[in-house]
């Protein structure tokens, strides 16, 4: 008698996609130098960036963002965090803020060679729209 193994994790699996993307704040300016392909990025508030993708995927699993300069970035003396949210899979977008410890938003000067870092992490279906 043979042996049939049957491993369901193993039958229309894909792995993770990740997505990965930089540009420079620019202070209360447009975002410049944008790193990466098949995305753009627009700032749209007081330390807030659309990143509007190419691509559509269904589900965002996990998401990473931080600020990298050739000095540490503080605005005010207070260190700034990268909150990454709202993925709208219709829209293919994700938002992005730059808030202080306080968790208000604001605007990081393009001083310091400062790029703001993101990677996104997506369930593949295999299939992009």
């Given at each position: 008698?043979?042996?049939?193994?049957?491993?369901?994790?193993?039958?229309?699996?894909?792995?993770?996609?990740?997505?990965?993307?930089r540009w420079q704040p620019?202070?209360?300016?447009?975002?410049?130098?944008?790193?990466?392909?098949?995305?753009?990025?627009?700032?749209?508030?007081?330390?807030?960036?659309?990143?509007?993708?190419?691509?559509?995927?269904?589900?965002?699993?996990?998401?990473?963002?931080?600020?990298?300069?050739?000095?540490?970035?503080?605005?005010?003396?207070?260190?700034?965090?990268?909150?990454?949210?709202?993925?709208?899979?219709?829209?293919?977008?994700?938002?992005?803020?730059?808030?202080?410890?306080?968790?208000?938003?604001?605007?990081?000067?393009?001083?310091?060679?400062?790029?703001?870092?993101?990677?996104?992490?997506?369930?593949?279906?295999?299939?992009?729209?």
């Amino acid at each position: 008698m043979s042996f049939r193994g049957y491993y369901p994790a193993m039958g229309n699996f894909h792995a993770p996609l990740m997505f990965a993307c930089r540009w420079q704040p620019n202070g209360s300016s447009a975002a410049s130098n944008p790193q990466g392909s098949r995305f753009s990025v627009a700032r749209t508030g007081v330390g807030t960036f659309v990143i509007t993708m190419v691509d559509k995927y269904p589900l965002m699993v996990a998401a990473f963002g931080a600020v990298n300069a050739d000095t540490p970035v503080a605005v005010a003396s207070k260190a700034v965090d990268v909150n990454v949210s709202s993925y709208n899979a219709t829209a293919k977008t994700v938002t992005v803020t730059l808030a202080d410890n306080t968790g208000t938003a604001v605007d990081v000067p393009s001083t310091g060679n400062a790029y703001v870092s993101v990677l996104l992490v997506f369930k593949n279906t295999g299939a992009l729209n």
